[in-house]
């Protein structure tokens, strides 16, 4: 059984925004998306511990507080630590990808260049994490 996601998407650029949510408005499930435009903004969402998201979907290169320092943070917080986290970013540097798995990142997504490449990877991660059972 499919779920619809309650999706916090923390990204800086409006472009890449705008291009997420024209992937997901266009799913047969109505997920929600809950935007942030970097790390400290995804942070104060957070703390309304009563609202959480299901997933969090996360850039690297962010001002204030970017995706690393982000992703640190959060899997400190006993509370927020279970809630997984998909790296979506450019960066395809080895140092970064192993500093995720390292902090504990449930994924790490390269963006392609091709928009079909794009939709392709969203709706396919999005599709899987729907049928997970992420409700605790």
Same mark, same amino acid.
């Given at each position: 059984m499919t779920t619809a996601l309650k999706i916090l998407l923390i990204e800086d650029d409006m472009i890449e925004i705008m291009k997420f949510n024209r992937v997901v408005k266009a799913m047969p499930i109505a997920h929600s @998306?809950?935007?942030?435009s970097n790390g400290e903004e995804g942070l104060k969402l957070l703390e309304n #511990? !009563? =609202? $959480?998201? !299901?997933? @969090? &979907? $996360?850039? &690297? *290169?962010?001002? #204030? @507080? *970017?995706g690393i =320092?982000? $992703?640190?943070l959060l899997k400190k917080d006993a509370e927020l630590q279970h809630i997984p986290t998909i790296i979506l970013t450019t960066s395809s540097h080895?140092? !970064?990808l192993i500093e995720c798995y390292k902090l504990g990142v449930s994924g790490y997504i390269l963006k392609p260049l091709k928009y079909e490449e794009y939709v392709y990877k @969203?709706? %396919? %991660? &999005?599709a899987y994490w729907s049928m997970n059972q992420l409700k605790l």
């Open positions: @998306i809950i935007e942030a #511990k !009563d =609202e $959480l998201p !299901d997933i @969090i &979907l $996360l850039d &690297l *290169n962010m001002p #204030k @507080i *970017n =320092e982000f $992703l640190s080895q140092k !970064d @969203i709706q %396919t %991660t &999005l």
